[in-house]
Nanobody, 130 residues
Framework: QLQLVESGGGLVQPGGSLRLSCAAS????????IGWFRQSPGKEREEVSC???????????DSVKGRFTISRDNAKNTVETVSLQMNSLKPEDTAVYYC????????????????????WGQGTQVTVSS
């Protein structure tokens, strides 16, 4: 069973930066898509960014392109660390951010935007406010 543990949330002023990390373990398939999603009060959960463990292809939602960067580190063979570097943060980025994973079944953009992810972390709060 996949386990996903997020860290790195917090309070930051507009224009500031935060780095989120997700430690993922318990893989049973060869390749996965690991992504970051967010949900703010009164809004539906939305995809933010995803990365494929097969080829490192990435996906970003339009509102974060150029500001957020997703990356992964699998130096520890049994644990994938997927990071989300968030720069130029805006108040509208305020949300609970969740890490999630699903076995790779299609291209990363299709997976991130259209497929229901089966494994989720507990979430970490990101607040952008002055």
């Amino acid at each position: 069973q996949l386990q996903l543990v997020e860290s790195g949330g917090g309070l930051v002023q507009p224009g500031g930066s935060l780095r989120l990390s997700c430690a993922a373990s318990g893989f049973t398939q060869d390749y996965y898509v690991i992504g970051w999603f967010r949900q703010s009060p009164g809004k539906e959960r939305e995809e933010v960014s995803c990365i494929s463990t097969k080829d490192d292809n990435t996906y970003y939602r339009d509102s974060v392109k150029g500001r957020f960067t997703i990356s992964r580190d699998n130096a520890k063979n049994t644990v994938e660390t997927v990071s989300l570097q968030m720069n130029s943060l805006k108040p509208e980025d305020t949300a609970v951010y969740y890490c999630a994973a699903v076995p790779l079944m299609a291209t990363v953009d299709v997976m991130c935007a259209r497929v229901e992810f089966g494994s989720w972390g507990q979430g970490t709060q990101v607040t952008v406010s002055s």
